[in-house]
Every structure is written in C-alpha cells, then in structure tokens.
C-alpha cells in the first residue's frame, strides 16, 4: 500500500519496477526505507512483466475477473475497512457486494447436528426476506450457510482464502461450481494461490466486510471465528449470536459474545425485525458519488409488515407446538417401555445405533423393531447411517 500511495497507482507503480532503470528506482526506495533489502532482491531476480503477461493469460482462460481498488467496480462496503484488499478476483455476480442487505454467517469447521441444522435454517430464512449471506466456504457452518441461501433461492457469497480457481475443501465441490456461476466466489489471492491456514485470518476481515452484521452460530471460546467477530467490531458491525447449551464447548464462545454485549437471537425473525428497524442498516445514508442514497421508508414499512406477519406465524407455531407436546407426552406414556427408554437416550445429537444396543441389554432385533415403530409414529429420525436423534 506504501508503494502504491508513493506511485500514484497500481500502473504506475509495475511499469516503474519494470523499467529499464528500475535498479536505480528500488535503490531509492531502499534509501527511503519502504521495503527490506531482501524484498529488493526478490524484486531484481523476479521478471515482473513475464508475470502479469502469465497472470492475464491465466485469468482469460478461466474466465476469472479481477477488479482493483482504484476501479469503480470495486465494491463500496470493503472500500470503508482498514487495510482493503488491493485486487480482488472473483467468478460469478459482482453486484451481490452491493445488495442492500448482507449477514455474515460464521461458526465451527466441526459444528454440532445442532448446530449444523441451526445454521441452515437461519440462512435459509434470512436469504428467503432479500438478505444476502456471507460466509468462508469452510467446513461446517460455514458451507450450511451457503446451503441454506441457495436451497432458498437466495443469494450468497464466499470469500475465499486462495485462490477463486480452487474449491476448497473439496467437499464443497457442488455448492461451489453453483455459487461460481449464480452468486459470487471472491479472494484477494491470484489464481493458482493454496488455500493455507495462515491465509484465513486475513479472509476474515473481508468477510466482516462485505457484512453489515455478523451472526455466530456456534464457536468454541477459543475459535477462529472470533477474529471475525473482532474484525466485525473494530468496522463497527452489529454483532449476533444464537445461544448454546450450557457446558456444551461448541456453545461457549457465542454464550461468551452474548454476555458481552452481541444481540441473542433464537430465530431468524429477530434478526428480520432488527434489519428493518434500522438498528442493522442503521437507515443508513450512504454517500455514492456525491449524491446521498436514502433506504426508502415504503421499503422499510413493506418489510417491517412482513417481519411482524412473520413474528405472528411464529407465535402461532409456538402455541401450536405446545398443543402438540401436552398430546406427544400423554402418547409417550402409553408406549411400551423399551421404546420409552430409547427416547429417553435420544436427543438432538445423533447418537450410534451400538450405543442404543448396548443400553438396550444387547437385544439387537428387540432395539431395531422398537427404533422402527419409533420411526414410524415420528418420535425418532435415522440420520445418515445408523445414527438417531429425536424428531
């Protein structure tokens, strides 16, 4: 960045280094302190041209599109944060970065059914009202998030900690090649770059701010997601979490943030509701090439009716949940008593078919008939395979 600002620009600054006397230019620079001699020696042994020349016919033959911080395109939110990528490449639709509502969703590579399931209901919602979501492609919460925009018929976005030409982890391979074509895969590291771990802390600070808030689904206290949580607050995001368990390790870092402050949320209309009111926004004026945009007052009204049509659902749901549990109870109690046990070992955390056995005295065909019945009459569900939690 020290060299640009001393340039001028990105063009100024490579055709300088590639001039016939750049030996003399980066012998100024050195006695002006702006770089270390060892950078100045991989400068004079790097031929800088040869790889702008490889780096453009690279991008034309995947189609990958790069866009600079010194470019209209370049998107406005990371334009605000400290330390704004130079060059941002990327596949897919550009534009999403200036949607009018954006949520970073963020959590553990090693979430909780839980939390998993959590994870991709919010987003699912919250992509249904108009919000984009934004997240890391990571294991995880990371790819439920995405999962639940794109099931929705949402939008949502990835910023990546390599390059936009590698899916990583592999896994993601479909939910990958469907976000590069109809959403938006981003990274400020060149084609060709690897995904390494000490890239994702920096990714982070994108990802916060590409978000106008930052919702935690699940993180340990000690997680990498809390960079992102401290990138988000220092950009001054709203920050939101959903609560977790108690003694659950997975749940202590977002029961952390919310006992210092984040906004707890245990449904997506809580977040609807606080977008709309402006505490999210803030009705935020923004100030786009001179002329000041001003989020319409029939747009927030329409959606702040929608929002609260959505909270009496909710409600209803509720009290019709309630209903449901006072007859699911009386049901209960009527059924055998080795079905009774099983339900009494099942919650909302799978739980291996060995260990139903096992407490069940060993009785393999007695534990598969009752797990069957159970089924059938939607007390319990089978997960993947031979896994059980409650319905």
Not at 123 to 144: H, N, P, Q
Not at 299 to 319: P, T
Not at 358 to 374: H, K, Y
Request: contains cysteine; glycine residues 8%.
């Amino acid at each position: 960045m020290r060299l640009i600002e001393y340039f001028g620009t990105p063009e100024e600054m490579m055709e300088s280094l590639t001039a016939e006397d750049y030996i003399n230019i980066l012998d100024e620079l050195l006695e002006k302190k702006m770089f270390k001699p060892s950078v100045a020696q991989e400068i004079k042994q790097m031929k800088s041209d040869k790889w702008f020349e490889k780096l453009m016919k690279d991008l034309d033959r995947t189609g990958i599109k790069v866009v600079t911080l010194y470019d209209e395109e370049y998107p406005e939110r990371l334009r605000m944060i400290p330390d704004s990528p130079l060059a941002i490449y990327y596949r897919g639709n550009l534009s999403l970065a200036e949607s009018e509502y954006t949520l970073g969703m963020v959590g553990s590579r090693r979430p909780t059914f839980y939390g998993m399931g959590v994870a991709e209901e919010f987003a699912t919602e919250l992509a249904r009202k108009g919000i984009v979501i934004v997240s890391g492609m990571a294991m995880g919460i990371d790819a439920r998030s995405h999962q639940g925009a794109v099931r929705a018929g949402g939008k949502t976005i990835a910023v990546l900690g390599g390059g936009v030409d590698i899916c990583y982890p592999r896994t993601n391979i479909d939910i990958f090649l469907e976000m590069c074509q109809d959403h938006l895969v981003l990274s400020e590291y060149e084609p060709g770059e690897e995904h390494k771990s000490l890239h994702f802390p920096l990714r982070n600070r994108i990802i916060s701010g590409l978000s106008d808030g930052l919702l935690v689904v699940e993180a340990a206290l000690r997680s990498g997601t809390l960079i992102t949580v401290d990138y988000a607050l220092e950009q001054g995001k709203e920050i939101y979490a959903i609560p977790g368990r108690v003694g659950d390790m997975m749940s202590k870092g977002a029961n952390s943030l919310i006992k210092k402050g984040a906004m707890l949320v245990d449904s997506p209309v809580d977040i609807i509701l606080n977008t709309v009111d402006g505490k999210f926004m803030k009705v935020r004026s923004e100030i786009m090439n001179g002329t000041t945009v001003e989020i319409k007052n029939s747009a927030i009204n329409a959606a702040k009716d929608e929002a609260k049509d959505a909270a009496k659902d909710a409600e209803k749901n509720e009290k019709r949940q309630f209903k449901t549990k006072s007859e699911k109870k009386k049901a209960v109690a009527e059924l055998p008593a080795a079905q009774q046990k099983i339900l009494g070992m099942l919650g909302y955390e799978p739980v291996y078919i060995d260990e139903i056995i096992r407490a069940n005295n060993m009785d393999i065909s007695g534990t598969l008939q009752s797990l069957r019945n159970l089924e059938d009459k939607g007390y319990v569900k089978s997960i993947e395979q031979s896994y059980y939690i409650l319905a």
